[in-house]
């Protein structure tokens, strides 16, 4: 390790030993863990901080893992599964199985394993990190100059912290909207811990969040109503995508109100009194609001120290994820360029290698795929065919296959799965893909690869399929189904 | 593209892809009748289809003007390849094109078969349908993990299935017929027979035809043992009457290991007897063993090193395997999936001097011409890899080359595939051993995990992943899985390998997370490296590992 220190040159200048360490991170979430682990790898000396665990996080509260282990992406897929298999259920009846007498849920059970799921991986992510030889210290972070943290230990006790440099990766949390009675609604932190499992919920927003709960307890039974302001979910997607998952989650039995927002909430002996900004009131045992997620910046001290951060508070970065300090550095949802874990690990992995590893390397932010895991599961890459069209010089040419998934046939569930391709008309090069549909999430991780190396459409189309499966699809896609013109653009009125 | 550009129309948008496909860039390779062709092919769209019904009667005088042939093209079996054919050929290029196909059933025989083939009818679909109705109950016993409860035991009904799988089929085959019917494409009821280079009788009735294409695929083949005739093969496995209670399949392949798996699902007690040592002959060693493994843990035996040598029935009707090793009694069921041979029995193919292999496939040449120059053959017949996909790219590639003037040979390398067992394999490329034999130095990426859905059932599913890196020019030149989705997963990852692309481009890819998939980009250090040269070298670095 050492020797690898002092090849390094830039780690090993003139100021070696006089700070207590190199690297010093606050935030063990997917970021953090990673910059740390990897920048140890180079040789560096490295301490994370980290607040005490808890499944809902506060200012005091957060816990080794992360948004992504403790309150989002593994909780929310391990719901996501059990609540898919109400779906199974009834689609096993057409393939001839019965199950007489009642189907019970237990969500105390699922609540059990899943907190057993998270507690593991916590620990897993701290011996990750004990075998990296990085310094775990527990406590909240704040920044006192440009080479050093301090930390407050829970029992409010300080310690002072040198290092040469700073990473942050606090990530970010969910926020919640002014309106009378917001103390009542819940956020996805709780929504994720619920003690009983609500009977009518009511979930505001119409992003990713918003619609994987509202799969989520319309999959464990309960009534849905969802509301958000504009007219299809998911913006920022394809539109024909966001059209497809607004009719699916209407056909998995959840109530959908587009444009209509929600005014003031209070408490009732029945449950919770919603009022819309149309006038109606609805009762619910739970409301959600999946209304955005801020930065946590706040308690860093970054202003004093001379960090920036724009308007909502994440930390602006270069390309290298360095901020406007030049030793103190920011990666994952605190800097808000895209909020998904893998992200934040390409940063991390980028910001190791350029401070520690000696091979500066900018993360690239082209072509990286995402899922959205309602019931049925969205997924993309690349460009939808909106943004091809902004962005394109040429015409683009737009292949879609909307189909009946084989397992349909028998169950006789009323659900398309859709599929699409939009390609450069000139150059034959796929700029986008999606799909709506099982599997979807899947399915496009290979999509991606090809995608990322510039694949053609001609390449799709020389790949063989593989019969009988939904992604074979992506590769038989024979027909145009429209091609547009930039100059024209007009195409949807979503 | 100066070609696209010199063709005299540009109306719709599908004829834009229409003759973008046709016609990618080669112009060096454009033969000299292409500038007529060209022409006629332009005057196509202004005049009507060939949608006129060409019946036998009609035939030898109709249209003939232009031809000595009732038609361009007549096929003989209107399965995968042979739909795929006479559409192209017909749709594409206006040939003139004709498929007789044999009477529906859903087990074949010498003059029963159906439109729609064994992809339809016998294979993948059906197989499919019944994969997924088995795999419920590992749903079931998954989602007690979950927090789901059963007042009573989830029980299955044998004839509730059977009866929507065959509604199910009976629609495809509507849609097949309707595929052709569409494309113009005369279909004729009963069996074809080549009466010389130029002539198919069906039935007794002749037609005359410029191409002949030979597109009837395979059939399950069973060993000439003592009781054999007590045995049931795929095509009655997928249609039986009632559930076996206890089944031996005989056989280590994927039709084998995936009907071990539906009958398990659908709670038979399932024996599977295989001749070697492993199962999936072909197949990545580690997959081999991996979904052995997996497959026992669910419930399955397997008889290892065992031949079949007699079936037994006994009074109570239960039947015995009498094996090299043991005997297995008290089934209700045996299957033998011991393999497929080419149905080319009885189709007159000897006598015009079209030439088989020993096993009886059609041989051909790279554009799937026989021996014979106006007949050719595509999809099991010709035993090349016998799968509908490859069936429908050998289909496709044979009607550009003889209508379309364009030459085109099936690309068979990298072709991916799936085994639809429980849990499922999807593989694109080389396996390990193949190369290691081919490039020597091979740097192989493995992660064998346990999925997050297994953590939350507590069952014992794993997933195994492997990527296959030759060490000198980084490229992925082998991708294998067996767990949850890996068919679905693949596909991507097929066109990734198709490709040429390299490790690096696999590394720069982001992943979808959380997913399996995902791990196919994260794997970070290999596994091994296997190196063909310098043994001694790569033992004195001890973070290299050679195999074995």
Same mark, same amino acid.
């Given at each position: 390790m050492a020797r690898k220190m002092l090849k390094d040159g830039e780690v090993a200048v003139a100021d070696e030993g006089s700070y207590d360490y190199d690297l010093f991170v606050i935030g063990a979430g997917s970021g953090g863990v990673r910059g740390s682990r990897t920048s140890a790898g180079f040789g560096a000396k490295v301490a994370i901080c980290e607040l005490p665990f808890h499944p809902i996080s506060s200012e005091w509260l957060g816990g080794h893992g992360g948004t992504c282990v403790i309150r989002g992406c593994v909780? $929310?897929?391990?719901?996501?599964?059990?609540?898919?298999?109400?779906?199974?259920?009834?689609?096993?009846?057409?393939?001839?199985?019965?199950?007489?007498?009642? /189907?019970?849920?237990?969500?105390?059970?699922?609540?059990?394993? $899943?907190?057993?799921?998270?507690?593991?991986?916590?620990?897993?992510?701290?011996?990750?990190?004990?075998?990296?030889?990085?310094?775990?210290?527990?406590?909240?972070?704040?920044?006192?100059?440009?080479?050093?943290?301090?930390?407050?230990?829970?029992?409010?006790?300080?310690?002072?912290?040198?290092?040469?440099?700073?990473?942050?990766?606090?990530?970010?949390?969910?926020?919640?909207?002014?309106?009378?009675?917001?103390?009542?609604?819940?956020?996805?932190?709780?929504?994720?811990?619920?003690?009983?499992?609500?009977?009518?919920?009511?979930?505001?927003?119409?992003?990713?969040?918003?619609?994987?709960f509202a799969s989520i307890w319309r999959g464990l039974g309960a009534e849905v109503d969802l509301f958000y302001r504009k007219e299809l979910p998911l913006r920022g997607f394809d539109d024909e995508m966001r059209t497809i998952v607004a009719s699916n989650l209407e056909g998995r039995g959840i109530r959908l109100h587009p444009g209509t927002n929600l005014t003031e909430l209070s408490k009732t002996a029945d449950? =919770?009194?919603?009022?819309?900004?149309?006038?109606?009131?609805?009762?619910?045992?739970?409301?959600?609001?999946?209304?955005?997620?801020?930065?946590?910046?706040?308690?860093?001290?970054?202003?004093?120290?001379?960090?920036?951060?724009?308007?909502?508070?994440? /930390?602006?970065?270069?390309?290298?994820?360095?901020?406007?300090?030049?030793?103190?550095?920011?990666?994952?949802?605190?800097?808000?360029? =895209?909020?998904?874990?893998?992200?934040?690990?390409?940063?991390?992995?980028?910001?190791?290698?350029?401070?520690?590893?000696?091979?500066? /390397?900018?993360?690239?932010?082209k072509d990286v795929p995402c899922a959205v895991f309602c019931i049925p599961p969205l997924s993309v890459v690349g460009l939808s065919e909106q943004e091809a069209l902004a962005e394109a010089k040429n015409d683009i040419l737009v292949y879609t296959s909307s189909f009946n998934p084989m397992k349909n046939s028998i169950s006789k569930r009323q659900e398309k799965s859709v599929m699409k391709l939009v390609v450069d008309a000139e150059t034959d090069k796929v700029l986008g893909a999606a799909m709506s549909g099982p599997d979807a999430a899947e399915i496009m991780q290979g999509i991606a690869v090809a995608l990322k190396a510039g694949a053609t459409k001609a390449t799709f189309d020389s790949t063989v399929g593989i019969h009988p499966s939904a992604a074979e699809e992506f590769v038989t896609m024979r027909t145009l189904t429209r091609r547009v013109s930039p100059a024209s653009k007009p195409k949807t009125n979503l | 593209m100066a070609t696209t550009a010199a063709l005299p129309f540009s109306c719709?948008?599908?004829?834009?892809?229409?003759?973008?496909?046709?016609?990618?860039?080669?112009?060096?390779?454009?033969?000299?009748?292409?500038?007529?062709?060209?022409?006629?092919?332009?005057?196509?769209?202004?005049?009507?289809?060939?949608?006129?019904?060409?019946?036998?009667?009609?035939?030898?005088?109709?249209?003939?003007?232009?031809?000595?042939?009732?038609?361009?093209?007549?096929?003989?079996?209107? @399965?995968?390849?042979?739909?795929?054919?006479?559409?192209?050929?017909?749709?594409?290029? @206006?040939?003139?094109?004709?498929?007789c196909e044999m009477p529906f059933a859903t087990i074949s025989a010498d003059d029963l078969g159906g439109v729609g083939g064994t992809c339809v009818l016998r294979g993948c679909v059906p197989k499919k349908l019944l994969v997924y109705a088995s795999k419920f109950s590992h749903e079931f016993e998954e989602s007690n993990g979950f927090g789901w409860t059963y007042e009573t035991e989830p029980k299955h009904d044998w004839s509730t299935l059977i009866a929507n799988k065959n509604t199910e089929?009976?629609?495809?085959?509507?849609? &097949?017929?309707?595929?052709?019917?569409?494309?113009?494409?005369?279909?004729?009821?009963?069996?074809?027979?080549?009466?010389?280079?130029?002539?198919?009788?069906v039935d007794g009735k002749l037609y005359t035809a410029k191409n002949i294409l030979i597109a009837v695929g395979g059939r399950p083949s069973m060993p000439d043992i003592p009781g054999i005739e007590h045995v049931i093969d795929s095509d009655a496995a997928l249609d039986l009457p009632s559930k076996p209670e206890k089944i031996a399949i005989v056989g280590g392949g994927y039709i084998a290991l995936e009907f071990a798996g539906i009958f398990n699902g659908l709670k038979s007690e399932v024996h599977v007897f295989i001749r070697q040592p492993k199962v999936l002959r072909g197949f990545d060693e580690e997959v081999r063993d991996f979904i052995a493994e997996q497959m026992s843990l669910r419930g399955i035996t397997f008889h290892t090193e065992e031949s079949p040598q007699a079936i037994t029935k006994s009074n109570d009707g239960l039947l015995s395997l009498k094996t090299n090793k043991e005997t297995v009694g008290g089934f209700s069921h045996i299957m033998f999936a011991t393999?497929?041979?080419?149905?080319?029995?009885?189709?007159?193919?000897?006598?015009?001097?079209?030439?088989?292999?020993?096993? @009886?496939?059609?041989?051909?040449?790279? &554009?799937?011409?026989?021996?014979?120059?106006?007949?050719?053959?595509?999809?099991?017949?010709?035993?090349?890899?016998?799968?509908t996909p490859v069936a429908l790219m050998e289909g496709g590639a044979f009607a550009k080359t003889a209508f379309g003037d364009e030459p085109t040979k099936p690309d068979h390398s990298a072709v991916p595939a799936a085994v639809f067992s429980q849990p499922p394999i999807g593989q694109v490329g080389l396996t390990e051993e193949q190369a290691?034999?081919?490039?020597?130095?091979?740097?192989? &990426?493995?992660?064998?995990?346990?999925?997050?859905?297994?953590?939350?059932?507590?069952?014992?599913?794993?997933?195994? *992943?492997?990527?296959?890196?030759?060490?000198?020019?980084?490229?992925?030149?082998?991708?294998? *899985?067996?767990?949850?989705?890996?068919p679905e997963i693949i596909q991507g990852i097929a066109i990734a390998v198709?490709?040429?692309?390299?490790?690096?481009?696999?590394?720069?890819?982001?992943?979808?997370?959380p997913t399996s998939a995902e791990e196919f980009v994260t794997m970070r250090s290999p596994t091994r490296k296997v190196r063909r040269e310098a043994a001694a070298e790569v033992e004195s670095k001890d973070e290299v590992v050679s195999k074995q």
């Open positions: 909780p $929310k897929k391990i719901l996501v599964y059990g609540a898919s298999f109400r779906g199974e259920f009834e689609d096993s009846k057409q393939f001839g199985w019965e199950i007489s007498g009642d /189907i019970n849920y237990n969500w105390k059970k699922l609540l059990e394993n $899943k907190t057993q799921e998270i507690v593991r991986l916590n620990g897993v992510y701290k011996r990750i990190l004990g075998n990296s030889g990085v310094t775990m210290i527990e406590g909240a972070g704040s920044i006192v100059d440009a080479h050093t943290v301090e930390v407050t230990q829970p029992d409010g006790s300080k310690q002072r912290h040198t290092t040469k440099h700073i990473l942050i990766a606090t990530g970010s949390r969910a926020t919640r909207v002014n309106i009378p009675g917001k103390e009542l609604a819940i956020t996805s932190d709780e929504a994720l811990s619920l003690e009983e499992l609500p009977k009518r919920a009511v979930i505001l927003g119409g992003g990713y969040i918003a619609v994987e449950g =919770i009194k919603v009022v819309t900004d149309k006038g109606d009131e609805l009762i619910a045992d739970v409301v959600l609001f999946a209304t955005g997620r801020a930065p946590n910046s706040n308690r860093l001290n970054l202003e004093a120290v001379g960090v920036e951060v724009d308007q909502v508070g994440s /930390i602006k970065v270069d390309e290298y994820s360095r901020t406007s300090v030049p030793n103190i550095w920011a990666v994952g949802d605190v800097t808000n360029r =895209i909020n998904l874990t893998p992200v934040a690990l390409m940063e991390a992995t980028c910001f190791s290698k350029t401070v520690f590893g000696g091979q500066p /390397i900018k993360p690239d932010y | 719709s948008t599908t004829l834009q892809t229409l003759t973008r496909n046709l016609y990618p860039r080669h112009p060096l390779l454009i033969p000299r009748r292409r500038l007529h062709h060209l022409r006629s092919l332009a005057a196509v769209p202004t005049r009507p289809r060939l949608r006129r019904p060409v019946s036998a009667s009609a035939a030898p005088n109709g249209s003939s003007s232009t031809s000595e042939y009732d038609y361009d093209l007549f096929t003989i079996g209107a @399965g995968s390849g042979g739909v795929r054919a006479s559409r192209f050929a017909s749709t594409l290029f @206006g040939a003139r094109a004709a498929v089929l009976q629609r495809l085959v509507g849609i &097949y017929k309707n595929i052709l019917n569409n494309a113009g494409v005369d279909l004729i009821e009963g069996r074809g027979k080549v009466v010389d280079p130029h002539t198919v009788s393999g497929r041979k080419p149905n080319t029995k009885n189709l007159g193919l000897e006598e015009v001097g079209v030439k088989m292999d020993n096993k @009886g496939a059609i041989v051909v040449d790279e &554009y799937s011409r026989t021996s014979v120059d106006s007949i050719w053959a595509v999809g099991d017949v010709t035993d090349r890899i016998n799968l290691i034999e081919e490039y020597g130095d091979v740097d192989v &990426y493995i992660s064998n995990f346990r999925p997050l859905r297994a953590t939350l059932s507590g069952l014992p599913d794993r997933v195994l *992943m492997k990527l296959i890196v030759c060490a000198t020019t980084n490229k992925v030149v082998g991708v294998h *899985m067996c767990g949850d989705d890996a198709k490709a040429g692309l390299t490790k690096q481009d696999f590394d720069a890819t982001v992943g979808v997370h």
